[in-house]
Each structure stands twice: as structure tokens, then as C-alpha cells.
């Protein structure tokens, strides 16, 4: 066969058969060492010459691959040398068209409903939090949802899988990527800002949450009456009735409150905390804050603690603020008051920004929808959280709370009368913006979509404010009290005169076995300093009071050019519209 394969190559030669050599004698003086018939086959198609049966089997092979593209209706990612862009734009085109892959802080992200373990949180079955999409997972994805084919170098189509290196390119491509921006996940209809309410399950773009609802419509009522609307507040009151609050005008609004707000909480831009506290254990606050987390999703929250450290705290923090779930309970906090830096901001600026321990990427902006529960025994807040966070207070006032018996399970009957009480929300948010009444009340600031929504509705059906709980937060805060105290003393020690950090050191502890310090001073310094009272720690204290407010007192401080700062305490007359400091 190969003799006649060359024979009849060779007759193609102006000199074959020219007389001076027999083709055979030719033929057989080929070296096999030297020049195999796959060389010879080589150089005949290098010159133009297509092998028959060759070509025959190429043209069927590309029959049978467009016969079976027409009878696969996914898209086709073809991986040709030299086009590995385009591949990576219909790999995104495939990814984006699901409407269920998204990008979040420079990651493509996906939602699932899976237990899982993220960084020591453990997130239990059919919690919805938005998962990372690893490389592997996003070339099963592409496998999935395109018929992928490896172009040979003859230009034969062989169907393939999604190689994982591709599949890791993708991920680090992020500034080309086309997918929507997810800011979480909502559990709850949607409250549109004209009025309208979305129940349709999957992303919403107007709000970049992924709506987590299959509870049907609502069915509010066009134009709801103020009576509707107190009928439905009502019904709310009376599924937390049952909770011992400490006082029944003020702790039992915050309470209703935030069911309003869990029912509200991804129609809301920024949305305060709820704490939840009493003096002795087992009375009832994680029962509350879990039947307020029964209206914003209908799986129990993603449970935290707060570890063995305030830095493991900040990384649980970090985690829960990435998997953006519904609503995240931070359970039986017994630290010497709650401070987070990354609380603070998640709450009022709506995300934060995060940098994932032990890994060398980038910190990234993550946005955030998720509604903040915190319980804890004799609960307080540190400054930055004092108006981040609604306090309601509970007090059985019994001392073995544990032997009460309870009528009712409020948890449970908000769970099986779910999308009843999310009615009786939108019916008095409707009910009030109907109204067109306007509410005059002292203002929260930052939290302007929770007044509109939550707190003037109620203000309008009568109920308490519930910013007055702030204010009392704030004049109970122990931390801030000693803060008071030690204003109040350095205005007594030094009346309308400057000094430094130093120089109260001097006068509380003088220096010399037999100096007596003021012991007053003395006594509020050992307070509000951390460990050893010394002139760097009082440093710190007054660093973090000047310019601030506290009891009538307000700390200025100058100084600069790598000098110490000098102080002055002043006192604030208050404002007679207000009764308070101005």
C-alpha cells in the first residue's frame, strides 16, 4: 500500500519515468532508518497531498459533532489556541444567563442552602448564605450548563470538559465580569419604593438581593385603615405578650419593633441591632430574639459567640458579615461590654469592609442585608454601639426564671403563621404612608428607611418612641458613666485650666512615700483605665472622650508637632428646646 501511495505521489514529478530511473529501483532505495512512511507522509500533505481515507474519517467525525450540537441546546464554549478570551467571555455569558451566579467583594459567589463549615462557623441545613464558588465548582458549573469542545489542529470539534485551569483564570478575572453584584439574601418580600411589594423568588435587581420567598403573595389590602393598622400592630403585641419585659411601655415596643424590622429588614438600606438582655439567665432572650428571627427567615438564624477572645469575635464577625444570611444571632454575649468595630459598621453603613484571616487577598468591600440579634446576661454597649443597637430588657423578677411555665411557644406560632404576621406589617407601613401624616420626633440618625418604616408608623398608632431607650442606654452605660465621673472630677481638680495626662497622674499619685494624691481622682482613674492607671493610660481614656459630650461636660484638646496634648474640661449649657446639652 505504501508503494502505491508513493507511486502515486511520484507521478506527479515532471521527471517520473524519464528514463534515467525505474520508480521501483527508487522505491527500494529508500532507507526505513532514515525516512519512515509516516515522514514521507509528512512531506507529501506538507506539499498539498490529503490522504483520502484520512480526510474521509475527519469529515464524519465533524458530521457527527455538528449532529450532535444540534441535538444539545446548550451553548458551545469552543478552546482553540490562541482564543482563550473568548472562551473566558462565553464562560461568563453561560455563568450570568443562570441568574443564580453572582459576584460579592471581587468573588464570584453563588447562594446554597447546604450545611457547611466557613472559617469555625457552622452553618446549619437550609440556612440560604452565599457560598464562594471555587474552581472546581464553576468548571462542574460550565460542564452543566455549555457543551464545551477542544478544537484539534486539524479543526476538529471533540467534546470536552471545562479544564480547571480555565475554570481559576475565570475567577481571577473580575474586572471583565458581567455577572450581577448580590448584596444578600432576603427571606421576605420586598418592599419596593413605590409602594409595591415583590414576591417573585430569584434576584431582584432593583435591590441585588437574592429573594429567598415562596410564600406566594401577600394579599395586603389596597388602601388599609388606621383601624387595619392597629388591629395588625396589635396582633404582633400579642405574640411576644408572654415575654416578661422589664418595663411594658418601652421594652415591649423595641420588641415589636424589630419583628417589624426582620419582617423589613432587605427592604431597609441600614437597620439598627437588637439586643436582648436580663439580670439572671433562662429568661427568655434567646426565645425572643429567635421568634423575632422567625419573621425574617423561616430557618432559625446563623447562630455565633463570642469565643475566647474579642479577635476571634471580629473574624466571626467578618464571616457572618460574607455569608450574608438573613439574620444572624450573636448568643449569650457575657463579655465586659460588646464592642465590634465590625458590628458598628456593618449596621450603619450597610457592609463592611473585610479582610479574610490567614489568607494574602485583598480586604474587600462586602455589602450586607443581614438583621443583627444579640443576647446576653446584664448586656451593655460600648460607645460606637450605644444608637447602633435597640436594647429591649427583660425581668422575670422571680429568682429561679427556669421553673416558669410558659402557655404558649411564640417561636413556633410564628413559624407556622409566618406570612400572616409579614401581612400585618405591610398592612400598617401602607396604613401610615397612606395617611400622608407626618411625624415630629427626636431623630435617629443614620437609620432613616427604619424611622419611616418602623418607628414613625408606630409612633403614629400611638406606641412609645423608641429612641428614648437609646438615650436611657446611654445614661446607664457603666463604661460611659465612669467616663462622666472623670470629667466631672478634672473639672473639679482643674477649673478652667489646661493640663496634660501627665500632670493628673501627678495628681492623683504623687510622687514620694509621703505625697497624698486626691483620692477622688484616685478612685475614678482605677475605673476607667485598663490595668495600671499610668500617664499612657489615662492618655488613652481622655484620647477617646475629648470632644465628646458626656453629663454637661465636654473635653477640649490642643496640641500638636509631636507634643503632649494639653486639656480643658468646659462645661455645656444644655438646650432649652431639648433639655439636653447643647
Not at 185 to 195: E, N
Not at 231 to 254: G, S, Y
Not at 471 to 494: C, S, T, Y
Request: charged share 25%.
Amino acid at each position: 500500500q505504501g508503494l502505491e501511495l508513493w507511486d502515486a505521489w511520484a507521478k506527479s514529478s515532471p521527471k517520473y519515468g524519464d528514463g534515467n530511473r525505474d520508480p521501483l529501483d527508487v522505491w527500494k532505495s529508500i532507507n526505513p532508518t532514515h525516512a519512515t512512511y509516516r515522514a514521507l507522509f509528512a512531506q507529501a500533505q506538507a506539499r498539498g497531498w490529503q490522504n483520502p481515507k484520512a480526510n474521509a474519517q475527519r469529515i464524519e467525525n465533524q458530521a457527527r459533532a455538528q449532529a450532535a450540537r444540534a441535538d444539545d441546546p446548550r451553548p458551545v464554549i469552543a478552546l482553540a489556541q490562541g482564543e482563550r478570551a473568548q472562551a473566558l467571555d462565553k464562560i461568563d455569558a453561560v455563568l450570568a444567563d443562570t441568574g443564580r451566579v453572582f459576584q460579592r467583594g471581587q468573588r464570584v459567589v453563588h447562594v446554597s442552602h447546604a450545611p457547611a463549615k466557613v472559617r469555625g462557623i457552622e452553618i446549619p441545613e437550609q440556612v440560604p448564605h452565599i457560598s464562594e464558588a471555587t474552581a472546581g465548582w464553576i468548571a462542574c458549573k460550565v460542564d452543566e450548563l455549555a457543551r464545551v469542545e477542544r478544537i484539534t489542529k486539524h479543526g476538529e470539534a471533540k467534546q470536552a470538559d471545562c479544564p480547571r485551569e480555565l475554570a481559576t483564570l475565570y475567577t481571577e478575572r473580575h474586572d471583565a465580569w458581567q455577572l450581577p453584584a448580590v448584596r444578600g439574601i432576603a427571606s421576605t418580600p420586598l418592599l419596593l419604593p413605590d409602594g409595591t411589594i415583590n414576591c417573585a423568588h430569584g434576584y431582584d435587581p432593583h435591590s441585588g438581593l437574592w429573594l429567598d420567598w415562596r410564600g406566594g403573595e401577600l394579599a395586603v389590602p389596597e388602601h388599609p385603615t388606621r383601624a387595619d393598622a392597629l388591629a395588625a400592630v396589635q396582633r404582633l403585641a400579642q405574640l411576644v405578650d408572654t415575654f416578661p419585659f422589664a418595663d411594658d411601655k418601652i421594652d415591649r415596643v423595641i420588641a415589636v419593633a424589630a419583628l417589624m424590622a426582620a419582617a423589613l429588614r432587605p427592604s431597609l438600606a441600614r437597620c439598627p441591632a437588637f439586643a436582648f438582655t436580663s439580670p439572671t439567665p433562662a429568661t427568655g432572650k434567646t426565645k425572643l430574639a429567635r421568634t423575632v428571627g422567625a419573621l425574617c427567615d423561616k430557618t432559625p438564624p446563623l447562630p455565633l459567640t463570642y469565643g475566647h477572645s474579642s479577635e476571634e469575635f471580629e473574624k466571626s464577625l467578618s464571616t457572618a458579615v460574607i455569608l450574608g444570611t438573613p439574620v444572624t444571632l450573636v448568643d449569650n454575649i457575657n463579655a465586659d461590654g460588646l464592642n465590634s468595630n465590625t458590628l458598628a459598621v456593618a449596621v450603619t453603613e450597610g457592609g463592611a469592609t473585610i479582610r479574610i484571616f490567614g489568607s494574602n487577598r485583598d480586604a474587600m468591600r462586602v455589602e450586607s442585608a443581614t438583621l443583627w440579634l444579640i443576647t446576653g446576661n446584664n448586656l451593655w454597649m460600648a460607645d460606637d454601639l450605644l444608637r447602633r443597637v435597640l436594647v429591649c430588657e427583660l425581668d422575670p423578677g422571680v429568682e429561679h426564671p427556669e421553673l416558669r411555665r410558659f402557655a404558649s411557644d411564640p417561636e413556633a406560632i410564628a413559624r407556622k403563621h409566618r406570612g400572616d404576621y409579614l401581612r400585618d406589617v405591610h398592612i400598617i407601613v401602607r396604613a401610615f404612608r397612606q395617611s400622608g401624616e407626618q411625624i415630629e420626633a427626636e431623630p435617629f440618625a443614620g437609620f432613616d428607611d427604619f424611622v419611616a418604616y418602623v418607628r414613625d408608623p408606630l409612633l403614629w398608632l400611638g406606641w412609645p418612641d423608641l429612641v428614648d431607650k437609646v438615650m436611657q442606654i446611654k445614661r446607664g452605660n457603666p463604661k460611659r458613666a465612669g467616663e462622666g465621673d472623670l470629667l466631672a472630677e478634672l473639672a473639679r481638680v482643674f477649673p478652667d485650666s489646661w493640663f496634660k495626662a501627665a500632670t493628673v497622674l501627678d495628681r492623683a499619685m504623687p510622687a514620694g512615700a509621703m505625697a497624698l494624691g486626691d483620692s477622688e481622682l484616685r478612685a475614678v482613674l482605677d475605673e476607667v483605665c485598663p490595668g495600671k492607671v499610668s500617664a499612657r493610660g489615662i492618655g488613652k481614656v481622655l484620647g477617646r472622650v475629648k470632644g465628646r459630650i458626656i453629663n454637661g461636660y465636654r473635653l477640649r484638646a490642643h496640641g500638636a508637632g509631636g507634643h503632649a496634648l494639653e486639656y480643658r474640661v468646659e462645661q455645656v449649657e444644655p438646650d432649652p428646646q431639648r433639655g439636653l446639652p447643647m
